[in-house]
C-alpha cells in the first residue's frame, strides 16, 4: 500500500478498488450509481480520484440490500433515508420486471445467436447490478431455460452451447483481469470428477474476486489425486470444488475423504450437488456451501477468519 493510500485510509477515506473488495460491488457499477442515480457522491482528491467514507460504504451496502430484496436500481433512492428497509414481500412485482425484461432480451438474442446484442444487454446490468445479484436473477435463470427447454427448439442444443461459449469468453476474460489486481486469500477452485459444466464456477470465482479473493481454476472434472502436487507448486488458502451432475459411487466415500486428509486447508464443496449431499460431503471431511453462491462465499470467510 502507497504511503498516500495508507494515509487516506487512516483519515477514514478509501479508494474505489478498497470499497469494490468490501462491498463486492466493482467499481463500473460504483461509478454507474453516482453519475445515473447520484446513490453516492464521493469525496475526490485534487487529481479526481474517488474517496469513500465509512458511511458511504455503509450506504452501498444498504444498496446492495435493497437490491438483494428484489429493488429495481432506479426505484432505490426513495427507499435509503428509511430506518428500515421494505420486505421482499413489497418489491417483488417490481423485480420480477426489471429481471424478466433482461431475461427476455437475452433469450432473444440467444435465440437470433446476436452475440452483440447479448453483450450488450449483459454489460448494462453488470453495469447497474452487483454481479453477486446478477448470477442469481438473471444467468442461473437463463441456464435453467436453456437446460430445460433445448428440445422445443430445432436449434435448442445450439442455443444452449452458444450461450455457454459467451459466458466463458466473457467471464473468462474479467476473471483474468481482476485476478492481476487482487491481492487477498487465494482459492483453487475445480469441478468435481465427472463434472463437464463449467459456467458454475466461473459464476462462483467472478463472485470471490470481486469479494478481495484471488483464483486459481482448474476446470472441469478434475481428478482429486492431482490436488496435493498443484498445492505444493501453487499455494492456496481453500478448495473450492464444485459439481451439479450425480456423483461417482467413490466420490464421498474414498476420494473426497482421501483429499481432505492430504491437505493442511479448507476443502469446500458448493453447487446442487452440495445440496443433495450434504451430509455426506461433511462425513468425509469437507465443508458444504450448498448451491447460493453469495450463501458460499460467507461460509469460506467465515471458515478462513476462525
Known amino acids: 500500500m502507497t504511503t498516500d493510500a495508507h494515509n487516506e485510509q487512516e483519515s477514514g477515506l478509501f479508494p474505489i478498488r478498497t470499497v469494490s473488495a468490501v462491498t463486492?460491488?466493482?467499481?463500473?457499477?460504483?461509478?454507474?450509481?453516482?453519475?445515473?442515480?447520484?446513490?453516492?457522491?464521493?469525496?475526490?482528491?485534487?487529481?479526481?480520484?474517488?474517496?469513500?467514507?465509512k458511511e458511504d460504504i455503509e450506504r452501498i451496502n444498504r444498496?446492495?440490500?435493497?437490491?438483494?430484496?428484489?429493488?429495481?436500481?432506479?426505484?432505490?433512492?426513495?427507499?435509503?433515508n428509511q430506518v428500515?428497509?421494505?420486505?421482499?414481500?413489497?418489491?417483488?412485482?417490481i423485480t420480477e420486471d426489471v429481471?424478466?425484461?433482461?431475461?427476455?432480451?437475452?433469450?432473444?438474442?440467444?435465440?437470433?445467436?446476436?452475440?452483440?446484442?447479448?453483450?450488450?444487454?449483459?454489460?448494462?446490468?453488470?453495469?447497474?447490478?452487483?454481479?453477486?445479484?446478477?448470477s442469481s436473477r438473471l444467468i442461473t435463470p437463463?441456464?435453467?431455460?436453456?437446460?430445460?427447454?433445448?428440445?422445443?427448439?430445432?436449434s435448442g442444443i445450439a442455443q444452449e452451447h452458444f450461450f455457454s461459449v459467451y459466458l466463458r469468453n466473457k467471464l473468462g476474460s474479467r476473471i483474468q483481469h481482476l485476478n492481476l489486481h487482487t491481492t487477498?486469500?487465494?482459492?483453487?477452485?475445480?469441478?468435481?470428477?465427472g463434472e463437464q459444466h463449467e459456467t458454475g464456477i466461473l459464476l462462483f470465482s467472478l463472485a470471490a474476486l470481486n469479494h478481495g479473493y484471488r483464483t486459481l481454476i482448474l476446470g472441469s472434472n478434475l481428478p482429486l489425486e492431482q490436488i496435493p502436487a498443484v498445492l505444493e507448486k501453487r499455494p492456496c488458502d481453500a478448495i473450492i470444488l464444485s459439481g451439479?451432475?450425480?456423483?461417482?459411487?467413490?466420490?464421498?466415500?474414498?476420494?473426497?475423504?482421501?483429499?481432505?486428509?492430504?491437505?493442511d486447508i479448507p476443502v469446500f464443496v458448493g453447487g446442487a450437488l452440495a445440496s443433495r449431499y450434504h451430509e455426506d460431503i461433511q462425513s468425509g471431511g469437507a465443508i458444504s456451501t450448498g448451491d447460493d453462491i453469495q450463501s458460499g462465499l460467507e461460509i469460506i470467510s467465515k471458515t478462513l477468519q476462525s
Not at 32 to 39: D, F, G, T, V
Open 84 to 93: 428500515q428497509t421494505p420486505h421482499a414481500g413489497s418489491t417483488g412485482q
Open 142 to 154: 437463463l441456464l435453467q431455460i436453456l437446460g430445460k427447454h433445448w428440445k422445443e427448439s430445432e
Open 24 to 53: 463486492g460491488v466493482n467499481p463500473i457499477t460504483l461509478r454507474a450509481w453516482e453519475r445515473r442515480y447520484q446513490l453516492i457522491i464521493p469525496k475526490r482528491t485534487p487529481k479526481g480520484h474517488r474517496l469513500y467514507t
Open 184 to 193: 487477498g486469500p487465494m482459492l483453487l477452485i475445480a469441478c468435481l470428477p
Open 244 to 263: 451439479f451432475s450425480r456423483p461417482g459411487k467413490s466420490l464421498f466415500s474414498e476420494m473426497l475423504p482421501r483429499l481432505v486428509s492430504s491437505v
Open 99 to 134: 429481471w424478466s425484461r433482461y431475461k427476455d432480451m437475452m433469450l432473444d438474442a440467444i435465440d437470433n445467436f446476436d452475440e452483440n446484442r447479448l453483450d450488450n444487454i449483459y454489460n448494462d446490468a453488470l453495469s447497474l447490478y452487483p454481479v453477486d445479484i446478477i
Open 63 to 80: 444498496i446492495t440490500a435493497l437490491l438483494n430484496q428484489g429493488m429495481a436500481i432506479s426505484q432505490v433512492k426513495p427507499l435509503l
